[in-house]
């Protein structure tokens, strides 16, 4: 009798000790992302059958191992930085210490680009400002829930999330913007102004010398896929160019540039880059101009279409400091967690604002009321 007794109250000693691990930061850090860093490698591996991608990895377009890259200086899963609390706290005791931007920014530069580019979110200037980054980005999705997460884009991996986090409520979903879109759209779709590209990484130069090396970055557009939820959400893509060969990813993306006002229908339905799809079956995401030396990307809206994206592909030359265009044939394309959008979703998009009224109207998605308030003009 007396050995069940302390069976069970081991079992339930055993099962309380992983209920706490589970819930505190300290086990759970080595096996989080900030720890892992594993979302680099995984994007460059992309191995074969793996369902999140569309096509391979770097590794598979130019033969290069991510074990010989400098990404893994920072970005190594096989050498898990466990003990790298203080990277961020500098209260290594009870870990209360606030969290500063600057820190996230340290790593995170992408964001820190934003802030360079005076990217405006609408987050930093309401009346109660947000400005601090754990304020929508929790503990669990910063230091992990003892899952091994492969890419924040993994289910379950975040929980910042605009109808989640307490913030925004069901209210908000009643508007006639939303009514019409009913659940095919993520928020990010209408409400990020922009995302930011590092335009054209030249991949020779960080291979050969551990230098990166990018056209520069580039803001003012924001380009539409499909999330592996089956929503129309913002992503962004990445060019390459190594040994005169061209690469470009394509993810999705939520940048820090959230505006409370959603975009005016035309924004999106037969826009500039619709209106180019239709003329020449293809939109030019950016072209370069030889004589000048000078790159012109397109800007707004621009939907993903598969095999119909042209971009223009560089080389640097070191010793003269200059780029050249290699070419606007696209050798090697990636879709990691998101997929291009469907013919029947380009044809939505190709309605023009008189014949979208009224799909609406045949389509019973609103009333007359609710219609009225889109001000389709």
């Known amino acids: 009798m007396r050995s069940k007794k302390t069976l069970v109250y081991v079992s339930i000693l055993f099962i309380a000790v992983m209920l706490t691990a589970c819930n505190n930061p300290l ?14 490698r995984t994007f460059c591996e992309a191995l074969g059958g793996d369902p999140h991608f569309i096509g391979g990895g770097i590794e598979e377009a130019f033969g290069v191992d991510y074990d010989d890259l400098s990404c893994k200086n920072c970005h190594d899963p096989n050498n ?6 203080d990277k961020c706290h500098t209260d290594l005791v009870t870990y209360r210490d606030e969290i500063g931007n600057e820190t996230c920014l340290g790593c995170h530069s ?3 680009k934003e802030a ?34 492969q890419s924040m884009w993994d289910e379950g991996a975040r929980d910042a999330n605009c109808l989640k986090s307490g913030c925004h409520v069901e209210a908000d979903l009643s ?20 995302v930011v590209t590092c335009y054209n990484c030249h991949f020779d130069t960080f291979v050969n010398s551990d230098v990166k090396k990018a056209k520069g970055a580039l803001k003012d557009w924001v380009f539409l896929v499909n999330d592996e939820n089956g929503k129309v959400r913002a992503g962004n893509f990445q060019t390459l160019t190594y040994q005169d060969e061209s690469f ?5 993306f939520h940048s820090h540039s959230v505006t409370k006002d959603a975009r005016a229908c035309s924004e999106c339905h037969n826009n500039e880059a619709i209106q180019e799809l239709k003329a020449n079956n293809k939109i030019v995401v950016a072209s370069w101009d030889e004589g000048t030396s000078t790159l012109t990307q397109k800007k707004g809206v621009i939907p993903v279409v598969d095999g ?12 003269s400091d200059t780029w050249s265009l290699i070419g606007t044939t ?20 190709e309605l023009n604002l008189g014949s979208l009224k009224q799909y609406i109207v045949d389509n019973e998605l609103m009333d007359a009321e609710s219609l009225e308030k889109l001000k389709i003009e």
């Open 27 to 40: 086990f759970t850090f080595p096996t989080c992302l900030h720890a892992t860093l594993e979302g680099m």
């Open 80 to 85: 898990p930085d466990a003990e790298s609390c």
């Open 110 to 112: 992408r964001q820190s």
């Open 116 to 149: 360079e580019l005076e990217v405006t979110d609408v987050h930093y200037s309401i009346d109660e400002p947000k400005e601090n980054c754990v304020a929508c980005h929790s503990c669990r999705e910063i230091c992990g829930d003892g899952t091994p997460y």
């Open 175 to 194: 508007t006639a913007n939303h009514t019409t879109h009913k659940d095919t759209l993520d928020c990010s779709a209408c409400h990020l102004q922009t």
């Open 248 to 252: 470009v990813v394509f993810a999705p």
């Open 308 to 319: 119909k994206m042209e971009f223009a592909y560089l080389n640097y030359d070191s010793t």
């Open 330 to 349: 696209t050798d090697n394309t990636q879709y990691g967690y998101c997929t291009p959008l469907t013919d029947e979703q380009i044809t939505k998009l």
